[in-house]
């Protein structure tokens, strides 16, 4: 079992939040460089100097694109006393260990499920198991955000980063996936967190999908959007193209393969292990026949799973020949009718969810 995640408050305008992010886990900020620094040069090619240095090219693009981000991740290197730069680094961290590899590493990490009110019998539903480097999991953080003429929101990242998975007082929450295809070249763009982060900063289910589907993009990604209001569809991205995926008799899961018939005859699809091609059917499976009453901890209980283990929904730690090893680091299910998120760190079958609210209006 592993320790809770620290839950961490902030509030106030964007560097604020930045700085205080960067004072309240300046040890996991410290951790999380100390798994990606080197690891961009082991995994990409990159030296230290390499990486900084396409880090300020995509601060550029992050700037340009959204001050306020760029200024809270400012804030984070004040708070933590780290570099700027490597910060923007590791809010980059897909994007150069993948996007810069030209999709030859195949995706293996996470999976993602939605039930909507048609499968629960009241609301919506988000469940996922991150599934990452071991080491992560002492590296992430949960962060109750009130920031200033945007909407509150909880998220769960590695200490540093300003998004990944999370949810806002609107009723929106995102979840994401790993996938790499053939259109993965380097190209420069929104990095993963910050787009998830921009997702949440809008208070319109409208407004998140033209976020995803119309910023550029430097790597692929997955990214789950649902909306308490009952509404959920699956954004498959590349740093070209966007392809829909959407729930059946009120729910979804995925896993890191285009589950998309045009991205697959596209032929940009080619990149995934095979534990992929079963872990999101192995969700649909335990949860399929419970439709119309799936709840919170039938969700949880299919997250526990161990299907093909090692490479099983709940995974354990292992190696994958030519890459990291990985486990999942956390496991999360949001619920959003009652608006809160369950947070268990590392495997779900050994360690208990704690209920995480959004921040006090």
């Given at each position: 079992?592993?320790t809770?995640?620290p839950?961490h408050?902030i509030?106030?305008?964007?560097?604020d939040?930045?700085e205080?992010h960067?004072?309240?886990?300046?040890?996991?900020?410290?951790?999380?460089l100390?798994?990606?620094?080197p690891?961009?040069?082991?995994?990409a090619?990159l030296?230290l100097?390499e990486?900084r240095a396409r880090a300020?090219v995509f601060?550029?693009?992050?700037?340009?694109?959204?001050t306020?981000?760029m200024?809270?991740?400012?804030?984070?290197a004040?708070g933590?006393?780290q570099?700027v730069?490597?910060?923007?680094?590791v809010?980059c961290?897909t994007?150069?260990l993948y996007?810069a590899?030209?999709g030859?590493?195949?995706?293996t990490e996470?999976?993602?499920i939605v039930a909507?009110?048609e499968?629960?019998?009241r609301g919506?539903?988000?469940?996922k198991?991150?599934?990452w480097?071991?080491?992560c999991?002492?590296?992430?953080?949960?962060?109750k955000?009130?920031q200033?003429?945007?909407?509150?929101?909880?998220?769960i990242?590695?200490?540093?980063?300003?998004?990944?998975?999370?949810f806002?007082?609107?009723g929106l929450?995102?979840c994401?996936?790993?996938l790499?295809?053939n259109?993965?070249?380097?190209?420069?763009?929104?990095p993963?967190?910050?787009l998830r982060r921009q997702?949440?900063?809008?208070?319109?289910f409208y407004?998140a999908?033209d976020?995803?589907?119309?910023?550029p993009r430097?790597?692929s990604?997955?990214y789950?959007l649902a909306?308490?209001?009952?509404?959920?569809i699956?954004?498959e991205l590349?740093?070209?193209?966007?392809?829909?995926?959407?729930?059946?008799?009120?729910l979804l899961t995925?896993?890191?393969h285009?589950q998309?018939?045009v991205?697959?005859?596209?032929?940009v699809?080619?990149?995934y292990t095979?534990?992929?091609?079963y872990?999101?059917?192995?969700?649909?499976q335990?949860?399929?026949?419970k439709i119309?009453?799936?709840?919170?901890?039938?969700?949880?209980a299919a997250?526990?799973?161990h299907f093909?283990a090692?490479r099983?929904?709940c995974?354990h730690?292992h190696?994958?020949?030519?890459q990291?090893?990985?486990?999942?680091?956390?496991s999360?299910?949001?619920?959003?009718?009652a608006?809160v998120?369950?947070?268990?760190?590392?495997q779900?079958?050994?360690?208990?969810?704690?209920?995480?609210g959004?921040?006090d209006?």
């Amino acid at each position: 079992m592993y320790t809770p995640f620290p839950v961490h408050a902030i509030e106030g305008s964007a560097h604020d939040c930045g700085e205080a992010h960067g004072r309240l886990a300046a040890d996991r900020v410290a951790k999380t460089l100390d798994i990606y620094l080197p690891s961009f040069e082991r995994q990409a090619g990159l030296t230290l100097d390499e990486a900084r240095a396409r880090a300020r090219v995509f601060a550029d693009t992050i700037r340009t694109l959204d001050t306020g981000l760029m200024q809270e991740i400012e804030g984070i290197a004040a708070g933590s006393r780290q570099r700027v730069e490597d910060i923007v680094a590791v809010n980059c961290r897909t994007e150069l260990l993948y996007g810069a590899a030209m999709g030859t590493r195949p995706a293996t990490e996470c999976t993602t499920i939605v039930a909507l009110p048609e499968a629960t019998g009241r609301g919506v539903i988000v469940g996922k198991n991150w599934d990452w480097r071991d080491g992560c999991v002492d590296s992430i953080v949960v962060l109750k955000i009130r920031q200033t003429g945007k909407p509150r929101l909880t998220l769960i990242v590695e200490a540093g980063m300003v998004g990944r998975d999370g949810f806002n007082e609107d009723g929106l929450a995102i979840c994401g996936n790993l996938l790499v295809s053939n259109e993965d070249k380097g190209h420069v763009g929104v990095p993963i967190p910050i787009l998830r982060r921009q997702v949440l900063d809008t208070r319109h289910f409208y407004q998140a999908i033209d976020r995803l589907v119309r910023s550029p993009r430097g790597a692929s990604g997955n990214y789950l959007l649902a909306h308490r209001d009952g509404v959920a569809i699956d954004f498959e991205l590349s740093p070209v193209n966007a392809f829909p995926v959407y729930p059946e008799r009120g729910l979804l899961t995925h896993s890191n393969h285009f589950q998309s018939p045009v991205a697959q005859a596209t032929g940009v699809a080619k990149f995934y292990t095979g534990d992929s091609l079963y872990r999101d059917f192995r969700a649909r499976q335990l949860l399929e026949p419970k439709i119309g009453r799936i709840g919170v901890d039938d969700v949880k209980a299919a997250l526990r799973d161990h299907f093909g283990a090692p490479r099983a929904i709940c995974r354990h730690p292992h190696e994958y020949p030519g890459q990291e090893p990985t486990m999942t680091v956390s496991s999360q299910v949001f619920d959003l009718d009652a608006g809160v998120v369950h947070v268990a760190a590392g495997q779900p079958c050994t360690s208990e969810y704690r209920e995480v609210g959004l921040p006090d209006a």
